[in-house]
């Protein structure tokens, strides 16, 4: 079966949202239904954060999103069962974000195998260095076809964004601020410089902006610039202190968004 | 076989750098010039002129004539509680600072679990007049209070880590995130042999004076640089990793490492990481640590702030799994009465982290002629609230 991510950038290219969430939050089994939502209401790309104990490049808004998944008794193997229980009714490409020690300690090839099963895009794992990733996980990923996201920054130099888009196989997450995420508020000038050198450099990999992303303005800046932008803590926000039930929050915000 | 780190920052397979890109460009930068900046010789210079008239090196190296009887072997004090600030931190934290500066830095943040590193980098900041913010758990804040105060009186922001357990590993979480928002004008002092390469190896570089200094003391004292044995509490291993530091490849000396069982190693309130730990990264480095099998790291306990901690620095990872040194578990309880050991046979108070490293004694048989050295990491000013609870318990 080919991979979805490819699918979607074949027949978008711009204006991409991709909804971040966590893993069994607010509810332990609210995953597959989440999936669900997200693509009624409009999302062309869904990011699963794995809920861990120590997120070190999550902002307060995710990492307590995380521990309250924690508590509800969240874990890899109940992840896996979720996804599967609505791949047969989702078409949206899905990456699961998280910290290489979950998937150490999963064991990387049952980690894959498992992606793969249960028709898991692509990783976003931003503790992953580049070296260790060439040397170690390469081969596994593209024999399974499972793309990898790497991230760069305002700080990353040009030569190690030519690496960067050489590895990328799903797409390049530009961090827009150097910020923890949900800590900045709209696009500054010195933001969209960075993105214009950054577009500048022609890169073969997509382009997503994340960070300081979170509603219809800084979406739509975001994707002047890039194929499209990620949304997460206001995601997360709006489904936690939402008014409605879960599945109008949900369609509230992407409406919101894309309205 | 060596126990150095090899070119790409490891210890066998422990270490390297499991960082975010957000910290990436000042990661890579140090491990590209730190060696190159410290072993400069106007740095050089410059560090070993304020080791010695500032902080008061070398720190003596004492033979404990009565605990030796206690014993019945022969047993020396690397006095590192009479370094100014009162602990062995202020080594590092004078090298780092003087390297925050040739890299242009404008801000310090460090992590503190029992607070004398805290100390020790509010210390250097006044010196050098830094502004700096310092992270501390907040169950930590509580049970280190003087140590608080001291920080604050020297002008360093404190700022309590809320989260998880509160204490070592959650200050050091809210350290990295300070740093992730703030990676240009901002220096990370890490105040132990644990994070991403190069930390380990520089943190251990700078703390290894200890062992350099030991070498002339006991050539001095017993005619011999050797001792048969070392030794030091294990929380992240900086103390340890000083000094053992200039012996690694000297497998006559003998390592203990002390580690704190807090309750009791199987009790579920332990920082046991040896005994307990398995193969995973903590704060981007890959080594041993608590953790689920899940791979969500544990909250540790030990009455102790310093060792309070689920991982342990890589080196001492690998030192531990490769046999080289012998890991010893010590609960509360065995270092409450070790502290009040010494202090009235010796006439020390040491730091409760300290007094888990001579608890070891207890549980380990030397030879008469034996030459121990116990690295006497600080002093216990800090902890007198916490003794003073079991003066009648262990003080009659």
């Known amino acids: 079966m080919a991979n979805k991510l490819d699918q979607l950038f074949e027949k978008k290219q711009s204006d991409i949202l991709n909804i971040y969430f966590t893993a069994g939050f607010p509810n332990l089994n609210d995953t597959g239904n989440i999936i669900l939502e997200l693509e009624k209401a409009g999302a062309d790309l869904i990011e699963i954060g794995m809920p861990y104990s120590d997120p070190m490049a999550d902002g307060p808004t995710i990492q307590d999103s995380g521990q309250i998944a924690l508590e509800n008794g969240m874990n890899l193997n109940l992840l896996f069962d979720q996804i599967n229980s609505i791949k047969k009714q989702a078409s949206t490409p899905l990456i699961c974000m998280g910290y290489l020690n979950q998937v150490m300690q999963f064991g990387e090839n049952n980690f894959i195998r498992k992606c793969k099963e249960t028709g898991v895009d692509g990783l976003i794992l931003p503790d992953l260095p580049l070296d260790i990733y060439e040397s170690d996980y390469k081969n596994l990923f593209e024999e399974n076809d499972i793309k990898i996201c790497f991230l760069i920054t305002p700080q990353t130099s040009d030569e190690r964004i030519r690496e960067i888009d050489r590895l990328s196989t799903g797409f390049i997450y530009v961090v827009a601020d150097s910020s923890i995420t949900g800590n900045s508020k709209g696009i500054s000038p010195k933001q969209i410089e960075y993105f214009e050198r950054i577009n500048s450099m022609n890169l073969q990999s997509k382009k997503l902006i994340g960070f300081g992303i979170s509603d219809a303005q800084s979406f739509k800046t975001a994707s002047q610039y890039s194929n499209g932008a990620i949304i997460g803590s206001a995601f997360i926000r709006a489904i936690k202190n939402g008014q409605q039930d879960l599945n109008t929050n949900i369609s509230n915000f992407i409406s919101s968004i894309l309205n | ?396």
Request: glycine residues 10%; contains cysteine; hydrophobic residues 35%.
């Open chain 2, 1 to 396: 076989m060596t126990y150095d780190i090899n070119s790409k920052g490891y210890y066998g397979e422990f270490g390297g750098a499991f960082v975010p890109e957000m910290l990436y460009p000042n990661v890579d930068n140090l491990q590209r010039s730190y060696k190159e900046i410290m072993y400069q010789p106007d740095f050089q210079e410059e560090m070993n002129q304020l080791l010695k008239d500032y902080v008061g090196r070398p720190s003596p190296l004492y033979f404990a004539k009565r605990l030796s009887e206690k014993y019945q072997t022969q047993i020396y004090l690397k006095r590192e509680d009479l370094n100014h600030t009162g602990s062995h931190k202020i080594n590092n934290t004078i090298g780092q600072i003087l390297l925050a500066k040739k890299l242009g830095k404008k801000r310090i943040i460090a992590e503190t679990g029992a607070g004398q590193h805290g100390v020790a980098t509010a210390t250097v900041c006044a010196l050098m007049g830094i502004e700096c913010i310092v992270y501390m758990g907040s169950v930590d804040i509580e049970r280190q209070a003087p140590n608080v105060s001291r920080m604050k009186m020297l002008g360093a922001k404190v700022i309590p880590a809320t989260s998880g357990s509160q204490t070592l590993k959650d200050a050091t979480n809210e350290a990295i995130r300070d740093w992730i928002q703030h990676p240009v004008e901002t220096h990370y002092i890490i105040g132990s042999v644990v994070g991403p390469h190069p930390y380990p190896d520089m943190v251990a570089r700078f703390q290894s004076v200890i062992s350099e200094e030991m070498k002339v003391q006991l050539k001095e004292q017993t005619g011999n640089e050797n001792p048969d044995a070392i030794i030091a509490c294990v929380g992240g291993g900086s103390n340890a990793a000083g000094a053992f530091y200039h012996y690694l490849g000297d497998e006559a000396v003998r390592f203990i490492a002390v580690e704190a069982a807090g309750m009791g190693i199987h009790s579920g309130e332990s920082a046991a990481t040896s005994v307990l730990g398995t193969k995973g990264i903590i704060h981007g480095s890959r080594t041993l640590l608590m953790q689920t099998k899940d791979g969500q790291i544990i909250e540790p306990y030990s009455l102790s702030a310093g060792l309070d901690y689920p991982g342990i620095g890589p080196m001492h990872a690998n030192l531990i799994n490769s046999g080289r040194a012998k890991a010893v578990s010590v609960t509360d309880d065995e270092a409450l009465k070790a502290a009040f050991v010494l202090t009235r046979m010796e006439g020390i108070i040491p730091a409760l982290e300290s007094a888990h490293a001579f608890a070891a004694l207890e549980k380990m048989k030397f030879n008469e002629k034996d030459v121990v050295v116990i690295n006497l990491s600080g002093r216990g000013d800090k902890d007198l609230a916490t003794y003073k609870k079991h003066f009648e318990t262990y003080g009659k």
